[in-house]
């Protein structure tokens, strides 16, 4: 896998089969090691590690159901009452940000109803807070640590 735009972590993989798999602490099993759950490994050890965010506030891969059709965000966030606050989605690092993928998460958050997005492939990231009043969202500067948000 490529370096990233992200501190190293000491991640627990393993071979079977020829394959190889990453140990995902919030899903507590391993997963196959793909380019974009290289991003989401590091994106999210990121957060917990360096932006003091709870691991057991964040989900991955969650379900949720948008206009009857079952879709899966790649991670959640919840706040203190255990309302979703954030939602992520992960990109490979090949695949370049683009307004698709801002519509994919904004199309999550119709049903979500977050007040921050995050957009990464561990190259590039974006945070943007959602104002509901004025109906857009505002790009911040930083990924923000946790009691920011």
Not at 33 to 54: C, G, M, S
Not at 62 to 76: A, P
Not at 85 to 102: D, G, R
Request: glycine letters at 4%; hydrophobic letters at 35%; charged letters at 25%.
């Amino acid at each position: 896998m490529i370096p990233l735009n992200l501190p190293a972590y000491p991640f627990r993989l393993k071979e079977q089969d020829g394959k190889t798999s990453i140990f995902d602490a919030l899903r507590k099993r391993y997963v196959a090691l793909t380019p974009e759950e290289w991003v989401r490994q590091h994106f999210v050890a990121y957060l917990i590690n360096e932006k003091d965010y709870p691991a057991g506030r964040m989900g991955n891969e969650i379900s949720l159901l948008q206009n009857g059709r079952k879709r899966r965000c790649d991670t959640l966030i919840y706040d203190a009452e255990g309302r979703p606050l954030v939602v992520v989605e992960y990109k490979a690092p090949q695949v370049e940000i683009s307004q698709a993928t801002f519509d994919q998460i904004v199309r999550y958050n119709s049903v979500l109803q977050v007040r921050y997005l995050m957009v990464t492939n561990g190259l590039s990231h974006y945070c943007c807070a959602v104002d509901y009043e004025q109906g857009r969202c505002r790009f911040l500067s930083d990924i923000p640590a946790y009691a920011e948000l």
